[in-house]
Structures are given as structure tokens and as C-alpha cells.
């Protein structure tokens, strides 16, 4: 159920519907918009009854929602959602720009990374400390060294940082350090994980799941934003296919389609997405012109000798002329790239 509250509707009448729900026994969502305020109700197990709720002061309508998400949806929220990330945000104009190595590998080779993707525009770096490898011998992160890592690279360029809770044993030390808490691929079923980060007041970056449907990675949002915490960007990284000749298919119609279907700001990640560095800078520029807010690309000063993913993550000085680019693109699908350093 979604309460449409009036225009005009004061505090004490929001607050008096989130009072009326909880008397109930749920959870209200306040949602607030440029228009009106919503509220979302979550934690019914039946249909409620409109009535019930449109009659309150304040209230102008009161709409079941039939769709299986409800404040991920845009019933409950018209315009798009801009997440604010210490001051950069992701979901308005401006495209975000997120790069840096697959792992955390060193001291030299995170902050040498650090300082050219920053020069060349980004103002997110990623870089996982806990990596979810798909063999158990392969390299499985500096896990908390890697955090200090991150913290320091932070600290001397002020790149915010994004960076994968792996699972809910570590989500608090990540927590710390992350600025944008990445939930990968392979944990995007993990219930457990999303209730723990929705428990959180901090944006998480929820990819989607390898044979993940998008009404399932729209579902796994829900429960981020259901406790609470309603700072959620998705990220489409390519799904599994029949086609082995690349890593993953990246689906570019994820993109048009979770624009119609929700308010949450959608990203792409074209290095997983094709798996090859020679693929990525044009999907990277597809992802653009197909509506995504940001692209995550990885980034390794020496591809050859990387830990994780180095076959597809790009040179310094191909990222450079990647986001030079996306700057000429941007316009063109009325988005934006401003490159100037801080
Ligand atoms: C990553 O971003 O390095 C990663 C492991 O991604 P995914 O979860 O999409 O495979
Ligand atoms: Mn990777």
C-alpha cells in the first residue's frame, strides 16, 4: 500500500499516517518528493484497506501496489532518486565515474591507480579488499590490510571509495571505510547480506546477480530499502548466456528497462560485462547512451601482472581517453561530465 499524502499535507499529518501504521503493527517508508510526500507500507502479510488510511487528514490517496517491489518501484516514487555520496551524487545529470583495480593488491599499486584515475575524471575509486573468488586458491583479497589501504588512498585523494562487503562477518570493519558499500554479483541472493546493509544508513551498490532476472535484482533492492536504508544504486555486470566467447553478456536493455520500472539510479559495469579490456571502452560508452548513471570500470597500472581480473581491466592511459569519451557523449543522451579536479 502507498499513501499519496496532499500537497499541502503538514508534518503532523505525516507524521500521524506513520503513527496509524505502526499502531498497526508495519513499517512506514516516508518517500519524499518534489511534489508530495509518500509513505510506503511494508511488514502487511494481507491486502490492506485503502479506506483505513484515506480517510486521515492530509491523505490524498491511498493505492494498493501490485507489483511485488513497492518502494523501489516509481508508484512510490515518481522522479528519479539522486544518492548523495559525501557530496558526489549518483542519479542526477552528471555520470559518475567509478574506477580502480580489482583488488587491492599493494600500497603502490592502489594509490598509483588512485592518482591517474582521479586525474583522468573519476571521483570514485573501487577496489576489493574481500574478494568472492570463484576458486577457493585464487587470491581472496588483502581482506583487512586492504581496508587500511583504501582508508589511506582516501585520505590522500579524496576519491570516495567503493568497496565490496563480502559477507555480514565483515560488513562492519568494510562498513567503515567504504563510502559505497558494494554487494557483488554472487551475493546479490544473500538475504542475510541485504538485510544487514539495509540496516545501514550508508549507499550500497547492488550488482546484479550472474542468472539474476531484473525483477529479481529490483527484489533484492527491496529489501535493502524495506529496513530502511534507501541510498541503493544498482549495477548491471553482464548476466550469463548460451554465448561463450565473452565472460558475461552485458544487458544493456537492464538499463531503459529498471529506468521505466524504478527510481533507483542504475550503473554499469562493462569490464565484468565482456570480460575482455579491448571490449570494455565500447560498452562502457553504450551503457552511456543507454541511460546508465555511471559506468565501473577496472583500472590496473600493469594489466599482465594483476592479481584478479587483469584481462580485462585497461591501462591508465586507455581509461583516460575512455572518459574523455564519455565527456563527448554525455550531452548527447542530456547527461553531463564535468572533468575538473578538486
Ligand atoms: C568486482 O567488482 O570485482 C566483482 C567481483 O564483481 P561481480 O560481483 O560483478 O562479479
Ligand atoms: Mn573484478
Given amino acids: 500500500m502507498l499513501i499519496v499524502m496532499k500537497k499541502d499535507a503538514t508534518r503532523d499529518d505525516v507524521n500521524r499516517v506513520r503513527d496509524h501504521v505502526i499502531a498497526l503493527g508495519y513499517q512506514p517508508h516516508e518517500i519524499p518528493g518534489s511534489q508530495r510526500v509518500c509513505i510506503g507500507i511494508t511488514g502487511n502479510n494481507g491486502k490492506l484497506n485503502p479506506e483505513a488510511f484515506a480517510l486521515l487528514h492530509g491523505v490524498d490517496d491511498a493505492i494498493p501496489v501490485s507489483k511485488p517491489y513497492k518502494l523501489v518501484g516509481r508508484d512510490a516514487k515518481p522522479e528519479n532518486s539522486e544518492i548523495n555520496v559525501e557530496g558526489e551524487v549518483i542519479g542526477g545529470r552528471e555520470i559518475a565515474i567509478i574506477a580502480g583495480p580489482c583488488s587491492v593488491e599493494s600500497w603502490e599499486q592502489l594509490i598509483s591507480t588512485a592518482e591517474v ?164 571502452a565500447s560498452m562502457a560508452l553504450a551503457g552511456v547512451a543507454a541511460g546508465a548513471d555511471g559506468v565501473m570500470i577496472e583500472v590496473h597500472p600493469e594489466p599482465a601482472s594483476a592479481l584478479s581480473d587483469g584481462f580485462q581491466s585497461l591501462k591508465p592511459e586507455r581509461f583516460r581517453d575512455l572518459v574523455e569519451k564519455i565527456k563527448q557523449l554525455a550531452p548527447i543522451v542530456d547527461r553531463a561530465l564535468s572533468l575538473e579536479v578538486a
Fill in 117 to 280: 584515475v582521479k586525474d583522468a575524471g573519476a571521483k570514485f575509486l573501487r577496489g576489493g579488499a574481500f574478494k568472492p573468488r570463484t576458486s577457493p586458491y585464487a587470491f581472496q583479497g588483502m581482506k583487512e590490510e586492504g581496508l587500511v589501504l583504501l582508508r589511506e588512498a582516501k585520505a590522500r585523494t579524496g576519491l570516495k571509495i567503493v568497496t565490496e562487503a563480502k559477507d555480514v562477518l565483515t560488513l562492519s570493519s568494510v562498513s567503515e571505510v567504504a563510502d559505497v558499500i558494494q554487494i557483488g554479483a554472487r551475493n546479490m541472493h544473500n538475504f542475510g547480506l541485504l538485510e544487514a546493509v539495509g540496516e545501514l544508513r550508508k549507499p550500497v551498490l547492488l550488482k546484479r546477480g550472474i542468472s539474476a532476472t531484473i525483477e529479481e535484482l529490483l527484489m533484492a533492492a527491496e529489501y535493502i530499502l524495506a529496513r530502511g536504508n534507501y541510498d541503493v544504486i544498482l549495477c548491471e555486470r553482464g548476466i550469463r548466456t548460451f554465448e561463450p566467447y565473452t565472460r558475461n553478456t552485458l544487458d544493456l536493455n537492464a538499463i531503459p528497462v529498471v529506468k521505466k520500472l524504478s527510481h533507483l539510479p542504475i550503473i554499469v559495469d562493462p569490464s565484468h560485462g565482456i570480460g575482455m579490456w579491448d571490449g570494455v
